[in-house]
T-cell receptor, first 118, second 114 residues
Framework: NAGVTQTPKFQVLKTGQSMTLQCAQD?????MSWYRQDPGMGLRLIHY???????DQGEVPNGYNVSRSTTEDFPLRLLSAAPSQTSVYFC?????????????????FGAGSRLTVL | KQEVTQIPAALSVPEGENLVLNCSFT??????LQWFRQDPGKGLTSLLL?????REQTSGRLNASLDKSSGRSTLYIAASQPGDSATYLC?????????????FGQGTTLQVKP
């Protein structure tokens, strides 16, 4: 299993450019989410999805769009990049199964995408 | 609004010491609490998950406890090793069911010196 795969690993954009961060998981997880990590601020939730066709906003959704057309993919779109969006972005997935003993709702994270907006 | 705080922000200890990392949260209505490890430039690896009905979880040299009423969790690392050097993140899932959404603390960066 590849787990959660994020592409690209690194990206440099100019202010105003658009781009899409890709996230794919092969574990048939229902839940997927995007976080950003900034120095000294931990991870903050941008958007999340509980299944194909269903998305919702997290703590810091402004400037980002998402869609979930398949269970496997959850792309994050920056329509007009700003320097404030310079960050490391993490995609995560988990199963809806709430079984306690299996620890089934442990989140699996991708390796991250480092974005710099100039 | 749920807020998660980790103290200290950084910690340096000699190899072999037992140590405790602290995590506090403001809203006791949580579904679970998770501890993650993050190596520099890498993603997050789940270490331990404690459901709201549990008091502690153990994995090898790691033991995590949860006290919902006081809004606290601790991660105990026994006999620390240089390979334990990393950033440790605490995260809570609020509410009464699995939402897949986590609120993270800022992390504690641990350095274990040989």
């Amino acid at each position: 299993n590849a787990g959660v795969t994020q592409t690209p690993k690194f990206q440099v954009l100019k202010t105003g450019q658009s781009m899409t961060l890709q996230c794919a998981q092969d574990m048939n997880h229902e839940y997927m989410s995007w976080y950003r990590q900034d120095p000294g601020m931990g991870l903050r939730l941008i958007h999340y999805s509980v299944g194909a066709g269903i998305t919702d906003q997290g703590e810091v959704p402004n400037g980002y769009n998402v869609s979930r057309s398949t269970t496997e993919d959850f792309p994050l779109r920056l329509l007009s990049a700003a320097p404030s969006q310079t960050s490391v972005y993490f995609c995560a997935s988990s199963t809806r199964d709430a079984a306690i003993r299996s620890g089934a709702n442990v989140l699996t994270f991708g390796a991250g995408s480092r974005l710099t907006v100039l | 609004k749920q807020e998660v705080t980790q103290i200290p922000a950084a910690l340096s200890v000699p190899e072999g010491e037992n140590l405790v990392l602290n995590c506090s949260f403001t809203d006791s209505a949580i579904y679970n609490l998770q501890w993650f490890r993050q190596d520099p430039g890498k993603g997050l690896t789940s270490l331990l998950l404690i459901q709201s009905s549990q008091r502690e979880q153990t994995s090898g040299r790691l033991n995590a406890s949860l006290d919902k009423s006081s809004g606290r969790s601790t991660l105990y690392i026994a006999a620390s090793q240089p390979g334990d050097s990393a950033t440790y993140l605490c995260a809570v899932m609020s509410g009464s069911s699995n939402t897949g959404k986590l609120i993270f603390g800022q992390g504690t960066t641990l350095q274990v010196k040989p």
